[in-house]
């Protein structure tokens, strides 16, 4: 079993439409991160948030941290084409250098 | 383009066999990852070196090994291979170690196990 699970594992939704991609765990983190993966490559870090309650944003895309560092929520706004691919949570406990990643979520936009 | 490099792009290779495949860190980086990604179990951690030694150990299993040499290039070796090795194998490289440091990911290497 996953130490941390994604929903939904797919989505397709049409140009514009907003959408929230969840990240849930029963394990607290010190820190959570999120990428994104495109077909025949490797992952791209997002972002990272450390404190519980955390929200950050970049551009269009704003992560949210749980407060108690269990659980993470990832939004679009006004989904593009080009936000399509595999996204993917990942959680790092204390100081440690295994980080667990999630099971991923798969979103197409279709223009 | 990340910076690391992975060789070979693609591996096919028959069961019981063994393999090994390379990764090159970005120029300055002392840590590296490796990870494994299949269909079924996601992307998994398999092992962490930092300047030369192990400092993480995953989910991998007694068949696999790696290691990482004075230039800071690193090997990942898979012995005895089965149809269940097929997946994807990431390479990963950071300044440091642990989450402060961003992982840059390599184009990894498709392993496939006939």
């Known amino acids: 079993t996953q130490l941390l699970e994604q929903s939904p594992q797919f989505l397709s939704i049409q140009e514009g439409e907003n959408l929230t991609v969840y990240c849930n765990s029963s394990?607290?983190?010190?820190?959570l991160q999120w990428y994104r993966q495109e077909p025949g490559e490797g992952p791209v870090l997002l972002v990272t948030v450390v404190t519980g309650g955390e929200v950050k944003k970049l551009k269009r895309l704003t992560f949210q941290f749980g407060d108690a560092r269990k659980d993470s929520s990832l939004h679009i706004t006004a989904a593009q084409p080009g936000d399509t691919g595999l996204y993917l949570c990942?959680?790092?406990?204390?100081?440690?250098?295994?980080?667990?990643f999630g099971t991923g979520t798969s979103l197409t936009v279709i223009p | 383009d990340s910076g690391v490099t992975q060789t070979p792009k693609h591996l096919i290779t028959a069961t019981g066999q063994r393999v090994t495949l390379r990764c090159s860190p970005r120029?300055?980086?002392?840590?590296v990852y490796w990870y494994q990604q299949s269909l079924d179990q996601g992307l998994q951690f398999l092992i962490q070196?930092?300047?030369?030694?192990?400092?993480a150990k995953g989910n991998i299993l007694e068949r696999f090994s790696a290691q990482q040499f004075p230039d800071l290039h690193s090997e990942l070796n898979l012995s005895s291979l089965e149809l269940g090795d097929s997946a994807l194998y990431f390479c990963?490289?950071?300044?440091?170690?642990?989450?402060?440091?961003?992982?840059?990911f390599g184009p990894g290497t498709r392993l496939t196990v006939t």
């Open positions: 120029s300055g980086d002392l840590s």
């Open positions: 394990s607290v983190f010190s820190s």
């Open positions: 990942a959680g790092a406990r204390g100081t440690g250098n295994q980080f667990y």
């Open positions: 990963a490289s950071s300044v440091g170690q642990g989450w402060t440091y961003e992982q840059y």
């Open positions: 070196y930092y300047n030369g030694e192990e400092r």
